[in-house]
């Protein structure tokens, strides 16, 4: 996103919540529109792709507390107009370029009416990632790039945490050239930007705004000699393998974030973040409701009918017994508090039992005679019947 579209744009009227709409309103606001105009919801509708992509937008900004703080002051100060100049002397223009407040270039004198010796990039140098006082010709620091990766956990891994090996491969400092781009290590500073990295614009109004600089890439820097592995970049291919540890509780499809653990920066920059996907295998006995894990339990007709104890077992400890009240119905659910998943506060959710009545297939002997003794004491019963007068009602 240039700076122009970053001070113009508005992305409070693209999300249609207020100045001072909570985080809360702005991801709501941003979920219902993100449905509305998906891709995939409007397959070969450009227009809704073009919506989707300011809406997208839109969030990248509003979303981040501190996108949206340097947002904000950005346009306060240029977005209604903030630093406009006025008629000269002679009554014409003259150009307000921002390079110049922000680069270090406003400088104060002995008879200067601000006295920023240094210019004020120190306290607004975050609005447009520029440097402070006498960055001029000082190339700026580059933050690494994200790494999306993906990890397949077993069940009990994923319910109770796991600390795995992820081998990632991304752009890092290019080791033969030292990261310069120049073979010889001695790249030269770029003409066009003058090692900033940036150049000028007009954008109407009176003053500039700076875009990345084309002949450089924004690097500041030119390989006289580009270096064969990476072709004068500064950054090639790097792979390596590192502990990740992901945290208890997570669910399938999770996306985890872990800052600083992307591809490293360069000239001093910080590294990009890391995000990885998890995948959770099934488990043959036990289920998984957000916090709380699930299991079926067989149990006897005569458990069901005149009630009992029945043992149930847990994922990686003891089995607890539950008591089973007479008449238990078929598919009824009971709940063993703390023996459910980790919850982000380190407490856990429970264990949620469903009892399903085991209905023999081989009934012989005793046991067939017990039935059929039950199904003549019980022959004047018929559990159906409110079903046929509910029927009739209707």
Known sequence: MSTKDFIEKDFYKVLGVPKDATEAEIKKAYRKLAREFHPDANKGNVKAEERFKEISEANDVLGDPKKRKEYDEARALFGNGGFRPGPGAGGGNFNFDLGDLFGGGAQGGAGGAGGFGGGIGDVFGGLFNRGGAGTGTRTQPRRGQDIDTEVTLSFTEAVDGATVPLRMTSQAPCKACSGTGDANGTPRVCPTCVGTGQVARGSGGGFSLTDPCPDCKGRGLIAENPCEICHGSGRAKSSRTMQ?????????????????????????????????TVHVDAHPVFGRKGDNLTVTVPVTFAEAALGGEVRVPTLGGPPVTLKLPPGTPNGRTMRARGKGAVRKDGTRGDLLVTVEVAVPTDVSGKARDALEAYREATAGEDPRAELFQAAKGA
């Open 244 to 276: 990740v540890r992901i945290p208890a509780g997570v669910s399938d499809s999770q996306r985890i974030r872990l800052r600083g653990k992307g591809a490293p920066g360069e000239r001093g920059g910080p590294a990009g973040d890391l995000y990885v």
